[in-house]
């Protein structure tokens, strides 16, 4: 078997999960990386026939003008974030991309987004024109580069929430509204229609909207391709799905969970915009109960600390009360590098995804839950049993 | 089919888990307590049809001279452990408790806790006359209060380790040793040989020997009974069990595990001897490495801060390897009362016991991991895992 | 000479504060409180003539309808902040006190507020007609007591800001205004005119206006009596107090100071306003600046966390620059019960502000900088030196 | 006036902190490492005349084979303590430092550090063979460099502790004993005495003996010179000179203080020796009775984590007895570069003490109270009150 070419196609390519996953890859390539925080790695997953790293090409969508170099070399001088040769030894491998990155779509990205826009990006486009575009661009990249597969991978910045009850319920019905100028489709949503109305995947690394609509998921299953999200789950949240369950296994009664998160990048500065931050709060809030069977009193708070850079701090406080109602506590603090947490499982998930479409598997690629804050199509929260949701899946 | 009565036998009857462990069983029986910490008070066990509250009859050994209703109140007046109404409305019942615990035995406890013994605990049994004493205190305990089945817990002070090879290999070899004055072993193991000689069931609640050598699990299989342990998992360990999984599913590297415990309880004062406290340590470091894979740089210290009285505080501090290299740091803090933490499971414990009595399932209880530092038996130590074993069983 | 007996009138009489202050009071009469948090009672006051507990009469206003007796078990059986007896001990002196309780005033308080406000609180009232009334109850609580001298303590809950501009500059101008149903006077500074107009002696434990304008202050100084505030520094803000100067004279550059308070008492209600909780925060954050000289990003939160009772927890996370432009951090926890971390200060206060009347002295106290956040008329912020302005004072 | 030209002599001078200490130094005379972390920068001590840095000529005592650029990059590839830029850009200094760095003494350093001595440290030496054969060093480093004077300074590892009585009391009973090869004065103890019996200047950054005998600040009185010590206060120490005064001051009652200390550079390696450590330890423990005046119980640990490098982290968790006795707790975790903290602090060690040679000071100067844990001479523990100490003296 010829090994197959595989696309990455990164929705916000210059953004920092984008330049970290693409100069992490560069350094996989190069044998230097080791397994570190890469999910697909981990022994269980070796014999599954997974693409190696060098079947991989990098393009992407982009709306803000910068050069991928400079937003990795960023991570390094402002945020300490990776040692400096990481970048410095993918340097022409970087530009190599920078030249295969296409302007985005800024439609329904919110203001606070949209003042980032460059230049190119057009600003009269109804939906319809923008996914027409959009799929020029990934057709072309497909072309360019004699691909087999391309995963598009939206890990562009978090939108304004969307009503749901505003998105047309069927394919045919958000079909004919696309050339509504007022369509509440943001961006996200129309990258995932551009792709997969090509037959290609489709994953959504963020809490907008995305492929998340029973509509889109209909047409990926029309197209017989496959997509998946919300929300990487790299931090907070990840504990909040491993921390949970070991209360509610125990009978520990939760009576508030709070959970303050800081940190200094430009994902802080999208979500210092209270509509933005509404969307995300809301993915890392909702699986407490879930998990738990009731509604602990909860508090998330995002705030934008600049110094932090890229390192994220959280730091929650749970109070339970156990035995005969004696209240207890237990905190946490993680600092972790909120780039180099999402970047691994942005490859991880193009790699599991690739395998899906050589084993013709369409819809919600619910396997995958254990990577998302709010998986598609899955009630189950619990970390531990996501992850066997992927074992099973590998032993299939 | 008439209602089983079930004794609860707790060696160290009179200590900070007994006596929380009794008076929780009195609030429960007045349906005053709720279901905080139990185990199987979840909607999951609900249909097993386990043991009420109001069949147990506690009894138990106990080497201090002292009074339950004391104990139970310096747990509300020195470590503000629980609200004072729980042990004044259990006055009565306490007191009838303390009229059936018996003088165990010293043997092969070491001087920290042998100081502690009161003047009616023999000073020169052999091993076989010790075992024949408390099997006699068991057989008055069932004839006096017409049990069906008595669950011998041990709740006792940790005992120094023993050397496993000096523990003779066969129940043929070790019954011969009891005639020994020199046998090493520990009182634990001899309340286990006398619980499960008679047919009863034991559980091993602390990291000391217990039923741990083969020839014990010999004898449990011989005379068609059962046993678990060891060492409650309460705390600290329960959240490595938990988080350590998590690591490994994420490929995070962890490179050094530290742990400080402080707290103020007897636990503490007979911990504060090293060859005792090398029992503990042990039983709280080793799932580390059994859950990982590898063996990162570990630190465990258990160390005896009066103030803190019942409220075990630890801090844990793990420092990790995250996409290409970037160290990280997760640190947690907990703050339990460890009574109360590991009381409702000597509860829940002894209902599962009774219940796999009654099915008559005998030799370990390998479905009872979860409970467990070391489960006797299991070499499973990811919390969710064996949490399932538990589920798998109830289903059964 | 005979001994002086002393009024202690706690404006929010019925409030946390107040209740653990007549609670504590009542111990320390008995001789059985220690000297725990009691500034007053370290050696270095002892030979200053302060006055004995025993000297103190308690009355006060109050807008809610409650029971002090009520309020004060509320702390044992909701917050676990004492214990027990302290409350049930004091039973006698705190319906005695009840019964010298009066309605306060509700002008300007907020809705929030406003809304606890039982029936007998006037709503008719301009703010003359109120003044008049609580200078009728602390005259009657006088004459009743045969008291020397009353000390009035502001505990109430904390008012929305007041725009300083919006007040009349002299004591001319606002006393002429007190006729005007739209003076933006809150409560806080009535209950101050009413103190100080009959020459009794005002503390403000509260971020509310309180005595704090220039008018008010000359007041103070027209009528030969004394005044301070504001804002009972107790926790949080105590640290950073204590901290920043060592940051300052190790020249270690602070980026940002992170703060996130979560509590559950009812100041945790009142301060869900985000009106009121201006206030407070405006309080709690201008003295980092003040000490360090320049101005790092802060973020300051304050959250209703109702599990947590009177239980303030706070994470502070400061993030530093150390030689050569490393970035290090440091965390600190704090879990204070606030009342009781707050009354034992009202106590001092009381006991020093009653020596300044018998020493003569008028106007501002400022001698006693280090109880507040935002001490008047003291531009010192450091903690360590404002300490020493009040041994300088006992020394003088 | 010429400008002054002063040595900088390091005794220890390959290790971590005068590693940092050299490369910032560089930095300083560029222009480029701003003021973070420089005591001697504070616009208080501007106008005081200190030497400019590039008055300063650097040498040292070494025993261990090493050269400083290898040393500084460790801190950079292994530690992320610092930009690689500061020790690229200085790496031709060093290399010149290094070139006059001659073999120190490893007598009485025990037998932790003595593995580390190379092979050009002498083995036979008597005392005083060995401090003929420093001074050589010293007075060819000062006519070398054409020297105006020579601050010394120890930033070697702790060694253990001598007993104080086994030391003789006067400098000319001490004198004589410097032919005994059983005397139990250790190498730190040379080094001072080579350098003050030169009239140089002396420094103890370490907990090692130094010069805190009696008979060597005789020494330093008789020969016109100074001297100071002992133990750098750059971390959690410092952090309990500054915490525990604010406890005292509120009279919030210290029942327990824990702190735990964990890092992992080669000052780590050499306090896992228990003989080492114990020296530390102690140096690190007795300020809080001083400052508190009661001994709460108090444990500290140092525990040696390799991941760590140079980051120290502190756990430190203190339980309070608040009003009515109430149980309350501060937590704080300081991570904080162990290097980075101490080595401009050696720098302005060099400034001050520079200055005192100018104004004539001899003996002990108390007025550096404020760098040390144990300030030789001084009772006063308090951080704030030891740094008015040295405003005085800049004052004066």
């Not at 899955?378 to 074992?391: G, K, N, S, T, Y």
């Amino acid at each position: 078997m010829t090994k197959p070419r595989v696309g990455l196609w990164l929705v916000g390519a210059k953004g920092g999960v984008a330049s970290t996953a693409v100069v992490g890859l560069c350094a996989l390539r190069r044998g230097q990386a080791g397994d570190f925080g890469l999910v697909s790695h981990l022994p269980e997953f070796r014999s599954l026939g997974l693409a190696d790293w060098d079947a991989f090409v990098v393009g992407g969508h982009e709306i803000r003008p910068a050069r991928l170099f400079d937003e990795a070399m960023r991570l390094v001088s402002v945020s300490h974030a990776m040692d400096e040769r990481w970048v410095t030894e993918s340097r022409e491998e970087l530009d190599a991309i920078d030249a295969r990155v296409r302007p985005g779509t800024a439609i329904n990205v919110g203001p606070t987004i949209r003042q980032f826009a460059g230049p190119d990006v057009p600003t009269e486009e109804t939906p319809r024109e923008a996914v027409a575009r959009l799929q020029r661009d990934l057709a072309e990249f497909a072309a360019a580069n004699r691909l087999d597969h391309t995963v598009v991978v939206n890990v562009a910045s978090t939108e304004p929430p969307v009503d749901p009850a505003a998105v047309p319920p069927t394919w045919d019905a958000l079909d004919r509204s696309l050339d509504d100028r007022h369509s509440p489709l943001p961006a996200s949503s129309l990258y995932a229609i551009a792709a997969l109305d090509l037959g290609l995947s489709y994953i959504n690394f963020t809490p907008s909207l995305g492929s998340a609509p029973e509509a889109i998921d209909e047409l990926a299953r029309l197209r017989r391709t496959r997509h998946m999200g919300c929300d990487g789950k790299t931090g907070e949240t990840l504990l909040k799905s491993v921390l949970a369950p070991m209360f509610r296994q125990r009978n520990l009664r939760v009576m508030s969970w709070v959970g303050h998160n800081i940190f200094g990048n430009m994902d802080g500065v999208v979500l210092s915009d209270p509509a933005n931050k509404k969307a995300k709060m809301a993915s890392k809030d909702h699986l407490l109960r879930e998990i738990l069977g009731y509604r602990p009193q909860t508090l998330v708070s995002i705030e934008y600390i600049e110094s932090l850079g890229d390192w994220k701090t959280a730091w929650d406080h749970i109070h339970f009360k156990g035995f005969l109602g004696t209240p207890m506590t237990m905190q946490f603090i993680w600092q972790g590098c909120d780039s180099l947490l999402a970047a691994p499982l942005v490859l991880d998930l193009a790699r599991f995804t690739e395998l899906a479409w050589r084993r013709g598997e369409t819809g919600r690629m619910t396997f995958l839950a254990s990577f998302f804050k709010s998986p598609y199509g899955v009630a189950q929260q619990d970390f531990a049993r996501q992850f066997q949701m992927l074992e099973a899946w590998a032993g299939s």
